[in-house]
C-alpha cells in the first residue's frame, strides 16, 4: 500500500493491482480473520463496496479504480 493515510476510524491508501484482485484479497483476508460479510455488497464498473462485522464491530470496505487504473481501499470502522 502506498499514500496512507488515517483519520479517526477511516484509512484510506492506494494498491498496487487492479480492483478486482484487490477486492478479492480483501473478501478471502476478512474472512480468514473471522470477519462476517454483512451483505453481498455491491460491485459496479470502478468500484465496489462491502460491509463486514465481527464482535460487535462493524468494517466498511469501499475500492474504487479511477479512469488511469489507480486503485484506492477507504477502510472504515464503526459499532
Known sequence: ATDVTSFGTMTTFSAPDDLE???AFYDDALAAAGWEKSDEG???EG???STWSKDGQQLTLTIT???DGVVS???MMGE
Do not use: C
Open 47 to 49: 468500484m465496489a463496496n
Open 21 to 23: 484482485t484487490v477486492a
Open 65 to 67: 479504480a479511477d479512469d
Open 73 to 75: 481501499v477507504l477502510v
Open 42 to 44: 455491491m460491485q459496479i
